[in-house]
T-cell receptor, first 115, second 114 residues
Framework: GAGVSQSPSNKVTEKGKDVELRCDPI?????LYWYRQSLGQGLEFLIY????????KSGLPSDRFSAERTGGSVSTLTIQRTQQEDSAVYLC?????????????FGPGTRLTVL | AQSVTQPDIHITVSEGASLELRCNYS??????LFWYVQSPGQGLQLLLK??????LVQGIKGFEAEFKRSQSSFNLRKPSVHWSDAAEYFC????????????FGGGTRVLVKP
């Protein structure tokens, strides 16, 4: 079956512009996570959604970052007024729940470069 | 707050030799623990996980890991490395009370010599 997909695979933008990154989780997965992988910070959690519950936004680095999940499926991560330190690979993962036995399946990531 | 430390940034091993990657964690309760592998240009793939029970867990690709509560460690091992094992390996702890969001270590890059 299809895995987690992310688009675009690469995004180059200018400082100050807004960007939207998309994640299509595995069909039927109720939990969706966003992580960021950067040279300076390693792999870090950003936000997760579980079903219809309010998202856990505790990892978002600033109020320029936001995410939504429409219809319990597709998610969009939006970064407003991008800065050079936002350059990173943004990874999305989904799982069939939030218990330990529910493996998180990761997408290939979106590489964001802010010039 | 939970944290994960992988002391070795790089490890070079000869093909056929054994491999051990170290992982130490900090967590207030019994942790969920994971090892992921990231091959060049690839996404993260789960190798194995621990959440309870037997402290020696078997994973895919011939890997195993041992949970040692007294040492707060979850080291990854493979008896005989193949060239295809060259990759970056990440240890992670999952937050039991917070949706299993993962905290990752800094990663260990493994190079395999022929």
């Amino acid at each position: 079956g299809a895995g987690v997909s992310q688009s675009p695979s690469n995004k180059v933008t200018e400082k100050g512009k807004d960007v939207e990154l998309r994640c299509d989780p595995i069909s039927g997965h109720t939990a969706l996570y966003w992580y960021r992988q950067s040279l300076g910070q390693g792999l870090e959690f950003l936000i997760y959604f579980q079903g219809n519950s309010a998202p856990d936004k505790s990892g978002l680095p600033s109020d320029r970052f936001s995410a939504e999940r429409t219809g319990g499926s597709v998610s969009t991560l939006t970064i407003q007024r991008t800065q050079q330190e936002d350059s990173a690979v943004y990874l999305c993962a989904s799982s069939s729940g939030t218990g330990s036995y529910n493996e998180q399946f990761f997408g290939p990531g979106t590489r964001l470069t802010v010039l | 707050a939970q944290s994960v430390t992988q002391p070795d940034i790089h490890i070079t091993v000869s093909e056929g030799a054994s491999l051990e990657l170290r992982c130490n964690y900090s967590y207030g309760a019994t942790p969920y623990l994971f090892w992921y592998v990231q091959s060049p240009g690839q996404g993260l793939q789960l190798l194995l996980k621990y959440f309870s029970g037997d402290t020696l867990v078997q994973g895919i690709k011939g890997f195993e890991a041992e949970f040692k509560r007294s040492q707060s460690s979850f080291n990854l091992r493979k008896p005989s490395v193949h060239w295809s094992d060259a990759a970056e390996y990440f240890c992670a702890v999952g937050a039991r009370a917070a949706g299993n969001k993962l905290t990752f270590g800094g990663g260990t890059r493994v190079l395999v010599k022929p």
